[in-house]
C-alpha cells in the first residue's frame, strides 16, 4: 500500500505543473484554433530566459519571473500579431507550418546560444523534501510546482470570467464575426490571448528549469505531454486542466513505478488513447 | 455634410472574391426613421449590412455615417462611433450567460461607462431577459435569442442599428411582439434599418422602403406609395 502513495502523491503534484504547462496551449487551440506547435519550445526559452538573468544578474531564480513573465507576454503577443495573424482564417494548413518553423528555429536558436549542455536553474530545493512517513515523502520542488500552477490556473479562470478582454476572448472563440460586430478587435484580442498563453508556458517554463534539466529540444517533449493534458480534459476547462494533468502525471509514474522508467512515456500515452477512444472531445470537453 | 442623414450608402460595389454582389446600391436613412430593405434570398440584403457595419469592404462608392466617411472602417470603428447590428442568425455567444452576452454588447470603451444604465433599459424592454441572466446563451428559445441579440445590439448606446432578418424562423405572435418592442426603440430616436424578406410585416413598420433584386435597388418609395403590384414584380423580378 505504501507503495503505490509515493507515485501518486507525486503524481497530483506533478500534475499542477502539467496543468500550468497545458493550459495556454489548451486555451489558443480552443480559442484562436491553432496548434501552437511552438509552445514547448517557447516554455524552454523562458527557461533559457530566467538562466540569463540568474547568471547576468545574479539574482535568485524566483526573482525571474518579474522578468520572464513579461517578456514571455511580448514574445506572445508578437509571435501572433506579426506571424499567426497575418496566414489565420484561410484554411487549416498555414497558421501549423508557421509554428512549426518556429519550433524549429527556436531550438537551433537556443542550440546555437546555449550549447547542447544541460541546464537546470539552482534553488537550493533541488533535493529537500518534507517528511511525512518513512514511505511517504513529498518533494518541495513538486509542492511548489503544485501550488503555483493552481494560483496561476486560478487568476486565469477569473481573468476569462470577469474581465472585459477575457470575455472577449471567450466571444471570440464562440463566434467571432458576432464578436467583432460587439467591436472587439479581433486579431488584436488574439495576440493577447497568445501573449497570456506564452505567459503560463513561462511560468512553467522557470518551474521546469527549478524542478529538471533542460536542453535546447527538450520543448517537444513538453509539448507532447501539454497536447496529452489537453486532448484528455477536452478543449476550453480549466477545471479540467488541471484534472487531466494530474492524470496524465499519475499514470507516468505509476508506469515508471511499476513497468520501469521506460514506460512512463508510454503509460502516459496509453491513457490519452483510452480517452480517445472512450470520450474523443476529452473528459470536461465542450468544443 | 448631409444633415438630417444618419446613414447614407451611396453606389456601393460589393465583391465576394469573384461574385459581384451588389451594384451600384444608394440607401438612406433619416434620423429617427425605420427604413426598410426588401429581398428574396440572395437578392444582397445581408451583403448590404455587413458592408454597412464594416466587416466587408466595398470595392467602389461611399457609405456616410451622420455626415462621416466610414466606408472601409473596420467593425470596431463603426460600433464606436454608434452603429450596432443584429446579425442575421441571431448569432448569440453559445458558451456566454445572457448576462455576459449583454455586456460584450458595450465593449467598446465609450459603452463601458453606461453599462449598467444601459443593462436597466433593456430589462426594462425585455424583462425575460433579467430573468434568464444566469442562462447560457444556447439554452434560450428562438424568440429570446432574437430578444438577447436586440438587447446587446442596444448595449453599445448606437444611434442606428442594422436589423438582419430578426422575424426569421419565429412565430407570428413572436414576431408581432418584436416589432412592438422596435417601435419602442425606435421611438427614443434611434434610427432602425430593416433587412426583411417578409415584405408585409416590413413595410408596415417602415417610413421608407428600398427592394433590392440581384445586387441592385429595383425599387423605392414610401410604403403608402408602393403599390403591391409593383413589389411584388420588383421582389421576384418578373
Known amino acids: 500500500m505504501e507503495d503505490i502513495l509515493q507515485p501518486i502523491v507525486n503524481g497530483i503534484l506533478l500534475g499542477g505543473l502539467y496543468a500550468i504547462i497545458a493550459i495556454g496551449l489548451s486555451t489558443i487551440m480552443g480559442i484562436v484554433k491553432v496548434m501552437n506547435f511552438a509552445h514547448g519550445d517557447l516554455m524552454i526559452l523562458s527557461s533559457y530566459l530566467s538562466l540569463v538573468f540568474i547568471t547576468r544578474l545574479g539574482v535568485n531564480p524566483f526573482l525571474t519571473f518579474f522578468g520572464v513573465i513579461p517578456l514571455a507576454y511580448g514574445i506572445g503577443y508578437f509571435y501572433q500579431r506579426s506571424l499567426l495573424n497575418r496566414v489565420l482564417g484561410k484554411e487549416m494548413d498555414p497558421p501549423l507550418i508557421v509554428a512549426f518553423g518556429v519550433s524549429i528555429i527556436l531550438q537551433n536558436l537556443l542550440l546555437l546560444v546555449f550549447t547542447p549542455d544541460a541546464q537546470t536553474l539552482m534553488t537550493g530545493l533541488g533535493l529537500k523534501t518534507i517528511h511525512i512517513t518513512d514511505d511517504l515523502k513529498i518533494p518541495v520542488n513538486y509542492l511548489l510546482d503544485f501550488l503555483i500552477g493552481l494560483v496561476v490556473i486560478f487568476f486565469l479562470y477569473l481573468f476569462f470570467q470577469k474581465s472585459y478582454l477575457g470575455r472577449a476572448i471567450r466571444a471570440a472563440s464562440d463566434d467571432e464575426i458576432a464578436a467583432k460586430l460587439m467591436g472587439v478587435n479581433t486579431k488584436n484580442v488574439y495576440a493577447h490571448a497568445m501573449g497570456i498563453s506564452i505567459m503560463t508556458a513561462g511560468i512553467a517554463g522557470i518551474l521546469v528549469g527549478m524542478t529538471f534539466t533542460f536542453y535546447p529540444h527538450t520543448g517537444s517533449q513538453y509539448l507532447f505531454i501539454a497536447f496529452g493534458v489537453a486532448i484528455i480534459a477536452g478543449l476550453g476547462s480549466m477545471k479540467g486542466t488541471f484534472v487531466a494533468g494530474i492524470i496524465l502525471a499519475v499514470a507516468q509514474l505509476f508506469g515508471g513505478h511499476f513497468l520501469g522508467p521506460g514506460y512512463q512515456m508510454i503509460s502516459g500515452h496509453m491513457v490519452l488513447l483510452i480517452v480517445l477512444l472512450v470520450k474523443p472531445k476529452g473528459i470536461f470537453g465542450t468544443v | ?238
Open chain 2, 1 to 238: 455634410m448631409s444633415k438630417g442623414l444618419a446613414l447614407k450608402v451611396t453606389g456601393i460595389d460589393v465583391y465576394y472574391k469573384d461574385f459581384h454582389a451588389l451594384w451600384k446600391v444608394s440607401v438612406e436613412a433619416k434620423e429617427g426613421e425605420i427604413v426598410s430593405v426588401i429581398g428574396a434570398n440572395g437578392a444582397g440584403k445581408s451583403t448590404l449590412l455587413s458592408t454597412v457595419s464594416g466587416i466587408l469592404a466595398p470595392a467602389a462608392g461611399t457609405i456616410e455615417f451622420f455626415g462621416e466617411r466610414i466606408d472601409g472602417l473596420p467593425p470596431h470603428d463603426t460600433v464606436a462611433r454608434g452603429l450596432s447590428m443584429v446579425p442575421e442568425g441571431r448569432r448569440i455567444f453559445p458558451r456566454l450567460t445572457v448576462y455576459e452576452n449583454l455586456v460584450m454588447g458595450s465593449y467598446s470603451p465609450r459603452s463601458r461607462a453606461k453599462r449598467n444604465e444601459a443593462l436597466a433599459k433593456i430589462f426594462d424592454l425585455f424583462p425575460v431577459l433579467k430573468a434568464r441572466g444566469e442562462q447560457m446563451g444556447n439554452t434560450l428559445s428562438g424568440g429570446e435569442q432574437q430578444m438577447l441579440a436586440i438587447g446587446r445590439a442596444l448595449m453599445s448606446g448606437p444611434k442606428l442599428i442594422l436589423c438582419d432578418e430578426i422575424s426569421l424562423g419565429l412565430a407570428p405572435l413572436i414576431i408581432k411582439g418584436i416589432y412592438r418592442e422596435l417601435r419602442r426603440i425606435n421611438e427614443q430616436g434611434i434610427t432602425i434599418v430593416l433587412v426583411e424578406q417578409d415584405i408585409k410585416r416590413s413595410l408596415k413598420a417602415a417610413g421608407y422602403a428600398y427592394i433590392l433584386l440581384q445586387g441592385k435597388v429595383v425599387l423605392e418609395g414610401t410604403p403608402s406609395s408602393l403599390n403591391e403590384e409593383e413589389v411584388r414584380k420588383a421582389y421576384f423580378g418578373v
